[in-house]
Nanobody, 120 residues
Framework: QVHLAESGGGLVQAGGSLRLSCAAS????????MGWYRQAPGKQRELVAT???????NYADSVKGRFTISRDNAKKTVYLQMNSLKPEDTAVYYC??????????????WGQGTQVTVSS
């Protein structure tokens, strides 16, 4: 079983910055891609950014140039540095990990979510 623990959310003024962290724990063979998604009230969950185990990244157009995803494979942790935050970035942010279990089955796990609120 893989557990993802997020931290770093909070309330910030527009133009400010926050850094989210997500640490994976439990028993698994390998983690491949990790990522961040978000869900605003009344909206569907959407991709924010992903990163492969090799460091290749992908961003939603709405956050390009403002957000940076990174990971520390040794610590099994993914980060999301969010700069120049806008009120429309307000959402619950979820961490995600795709990988392989000890019995060599694919898995996808989600964190519990962390609230990010950007005031205008």
């Amino acid at each position: 079983q893989v557990h993802l623990a997020e931290s770093g959310g909070g309330l910030v003024q527009a133009g400010g910055s926050l850094r989210l962290s997500c640490a994976a724990s439990g028993s698994f063979f390998r983690i491949n891609a990790m990522g961040w998604y978000r869900q605003a009230p009344g909206k569907q969950r959407e991709l924010v950014a992903t990163i492969t185990s090799g460091g290749s990244t992908n961003y939603a157009d709405s956050v390009k140039g403002r957000f940076t995803i990174s990971r520390d494979n040794a610590k099994k942790t993914v980060y999301l540095q969010m700069n120049s935050l806008k009120p429309e970035d307000t959402a619950v942010y979820y961490c995600n990990a795709d990988g392989v279990t000890l019995v060599l089955r694919d898995f996808r796990s989600w964190g519990q979510g962390t609230q990010v609120t950007v005031s205008s």
